[in-house]
């Protein structure tokens, strides 16, 4: 069967600065795969690569068996390719529901569906009873919650989630692992995350992929991963052992 995402090769250069160099990787049906890496690794840019936000210098995107790489981001949402943002930036005008509802008109046009729609999925998320509040109103964990909302409004069969741990305390983020658990209820067949936090990593993920300096050098069960030591050597040091 043909993975769900495949990519190829993909690279992205700023004039001289190679940010990605040559990565490739792939997501199957129903598979949780975790992008980590110290900072400035290239994580974020290979989200925008796979998302449209940025064209690739060299690579391709596939996304259930198409070439999507010079399509817009608006194009592969509107195929099922949903995505979180790092830094959580919710319409601060529009009420909990409303931006949820941004996100489904990507496939109604009808405000009725689109509300529908937008309160199933704030049910789904636990924020059901903030719908006409405005998101000032939200901890961290609950924008957090609201993004993931805001993407899962979308339609996704697989979802691109920029660390929605980070910054969370231990019982907020095992709340959010629970979430992101139940995803498949939602129709949503995979996940790919970027993430820091690596107990969450070793709790969710199927398979990890390790970027250092915008190139793959690891790519394994999670299990595996954190004891491969050109993986310790350039990131994970003794935190894994330690965190696990």
């Not at 069967?1 to 940010?19: D, I, R, T, Y």
């Not at 005008?93 to 496939?107: K, P, Q, R, S, Y």
Request: aromatic content about 4%; charged content about 20%.
């Amino acid at each position: 069967m043909q993975p769900l995402l495949e990519v190829w090769n993909l690279s992205k250069q700023f004039g001289g600065l190679h940010a990605v160099r040559n990565v490739s990787f792939s997501v199957r049906e129903g598979e949780v795969v975790s992008i980590i890496g110290p900072n400035g690794a290239g994580k974020t840019t290979v989200f925008n690569l796979i998302s449209g936000f940025l064209q690739p210098t060299a690579g391709e995107v596939i996304f259930r068996g198409q070439v999507v790489s010079r399509l817009k981001p608006h194009q592969r949402a509107r195929l099922g390719l949903g995505r979180t943002f790092q830094i959580v930036r919710p319409f601060s005008g529009l009420t909990i529901l409303e931006n949820v509802m941004v996100g489904a008109f990507l496939h109604t046009r009808s405000p009725a569906v689109a509300r529908e729609e937008a309160m199933q999925i704030l049910r789904f998320v636990g924020l059901e009873h903030r719908a006409h509040q405005f998101p000032g109103s939200l901890t961290l964990a609950g924008r957090k919650r609201l993004e993931v909302a805001r993407a899962l409004a979308t339609r996704p069969r697989l979802i691109l989630l920029d660390e929605v741990v980070a910054g969370l305390n231990p019982t907020e983020a095992e709340e959010m692992i629970r979430l992101l658990r139940r995803l498949s209820e939602l129709g949503v067949s995979a996940v790919a995350g970027v993430e820091h936090v690596m107990r969450v990593v070793l709790r969710l993920s199927d398979r990890v992929v390790v970027l250092h300096h915008g190139e793959k050098i690891a790519e394994g069960p999670p299990e595996a991963v954190v004891r491969d030591p050109v993986v310790i050597a350039a990131y994970l040091g003794g935190e894994v052992t330690a965190g696990a």
